[in-house]
């Protein structure tokens, strides 16, 4: 582990990233790498970049399918304590890239600030969750971003406020490779009125997706103001499979992983789904799911 050379106590060779994903399969990591600190981090990129080496971001690994092969290159996990710290400061809250988004959610009904409420049931980072501008039918993480926290690939750290960034559906301006972390800024409400919009989000979840399944959300983006479900619905897909991968009865954008299948069931899957969908209504479902 020469190009990781004084570093080997943050630094795993061909690691499972199963574990780390809500899907559940797919290979290892060539090096999965877990920085304690940011100067570790910056380290760790910029020797990937001196050593063209590819970086990867893993969050929570909620939106994400690696593939049976795994990945060759560096996948980051920011799991140490300096990133996943969270701090409330008069009406903001100050969270570290690897602060696990539900347990965040559910301190601010606690400390009486709105806002949100609509990523109630969505799982993952606060990284992931920016990166993605997660969310949905009741609005977006972006909405409540104020600053965020980058490093570039040479690992030099600098922030980005609100003026800067751009948020659009499952999607953000940030380019650069590292989310180190956000301020949000919310307002002050009724605990009680918070806790009551989290449980009807609750409910709603409960009752439209397969929870309690291995699965990473929404495979497609919904098209033309069309939800993609509806149109994997009618295209009559519902139930198929392929080995373990089959699609949800209950939401149909929604993929489960039963024991046993592969990485490339679900991409076979994914395939059948694009070619059915756009043989039956000319649309193109874009992923939404990334695939490493
Ligand atoms: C049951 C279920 C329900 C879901 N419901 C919803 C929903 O309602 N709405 C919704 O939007 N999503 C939903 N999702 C998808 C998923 O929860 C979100 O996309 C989430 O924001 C992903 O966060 P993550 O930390 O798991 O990211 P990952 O899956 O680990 O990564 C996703 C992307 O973010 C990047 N990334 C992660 N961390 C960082 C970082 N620190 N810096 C830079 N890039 C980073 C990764 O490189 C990758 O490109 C659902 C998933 C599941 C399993």
């Known amino acids: ?10 630094v795993k060779s061909e690691a499972p990233l199963a574990p780390y994903t809500w899907f559940g399969i797919g290979g290892p ?6 920085p304690s600190r940011a100067d570790q981090l910056a380290e760790v990129l910029r020797r990937c970049r001196e050593n063209e080496l590819p ?5 929570g690994g909620a939106n994400l399918l690696v593939d049976d092969a795994g990945v060759r290159g560096a996948v980051i996990k920011l799991s140490g304590e300096e990133f996943c710290s969270v701090r409330f400061e008069s009406g903001s809250i100050i969270a570290g890239a690897g602060a696990d988004l539900s347990k965040m959610v559910l301190r601010t009904v606690r400390e009486g600030l709105s806002g949100m409420e609509c990523l109630t049931g ?14 949905g039918a009741f ?6 971003v104020e600053s965020v926290e980058l490093m570039d ?9 609100r003026g800067d960034l751009v948020f659009g559906y499952r999607s953000t301006n940030i380019t650069s490779k590292v989310i180190l972390g956000a301020q949000f800024r919310l307002a002050e409400d009724d605990p009680h ?4 919009q989290v449980k009807q989000i ?6 439209t997706q397969p929870l309690g399944t291995r699965n990473a959300g929404c495979i497609f983006k919904n098209a033309r103001g069309t939800s993609a479900g509806a149109l994997i619905d009618k295209a009559a897909l519902k139930g198929h499979r392929f080995g373990g991968a089959h699609v949800s009865d209950k939401h149909a954008n929604f993929i489960l992983a039963d024991d046993g299948t592969r990485a490339s069931d679900v991409l076979k899957l994914i395939n059948l789904i694009r070619e059915t969908v756009y043989k039956k209504f000319e649309i193109y479902l874009e992923m939404e799911l990334e695939v490493w």
């Open 1 to 10: 582990m020469k190009l990781f050379a004084g570093l080997e106590g943050i």
């Open 29 to 34: 990591a060539q090096y999965l790498v877990e």
């Open 55 to 59: 970086t990867y971001l893993l969050g």
């Open 122 to 135: 969505i799982p993952g980072s606060v990284g992931g969750a920016v990166r993605m501008n997660a969310g």
């Open 139 to 144: 609005g977006d993480i972006g909405s409540v």
């Open 153 to 161: 690939t040479d690992g030099v750290a600098f922030s980005r406020s």
């Open 193 to 196: 009125r918070i806790l009551s």
């Open 202 to 207: 609750w409910i709603y979840k409960k009752n």
